[in-house]
């Protein structure tokens, strides 16, 4: 079975950094692409981050550029949300996701989901 497990969140003061990750199983060498979601409450899934493993490029939110980083480890069944700079608009559920096929800013396109890791940031 595909298993997506995020780690890191927390709760930190506004300009503070975290650093999510996501173990994967099961998708070693299948994923099209991987991203990181958020959802804060009474709001949409919106797209962090997407790394695509074949090239290596990786794309962000607007108002998250500059701030967070995507990356995957070496191994590649891991996947980094490097954050920096943190905001309270920040402040939500945030999940890592895989495609095998296709990918991008649509939630839907992911196939598999982890369970998520709660960022919270206080002004």
């Known amino acids: 079975q595909v298993q997506l497990v995020e780690s890191g969140g927390g709760s930190v003061q506004a300009g503070g950094s975290l650093r999510l990750s996501c173990a994967a199983s099961?998708?070693?060498?299948?994923?099209?692409?991987m991203g990181w979601f958020r959802q804060a409450p009474g709001k949409e899934r919106e797209r962090v981050a997407t790394?695509?493993?074949?090239?290596?490029?990786?794309v962000y939110a607007d108002s998250v550029k500059g701030r967070f980083t995507i990356s995957q480890g070496n191994a590649k069944n891991t996947v980094y949300l490097q954050m920096n700079s943190l905001k309270p608009e920040d402040t939500a559920m945030y999940y890592c996701a895989a495609a095998t096929i296709g990918g991008g800013p649509s939630a839907s396109a992911y196939q598999y989901w982890g369970q998520g890791t709660q960022v919270t940031v206080s002004a």
């Open positions: 790394i695509y493993p074949a090239s290596g490029g990786t």
């Open positions: 099961g998708l070693t060498y299948s994923a099209s692409s």
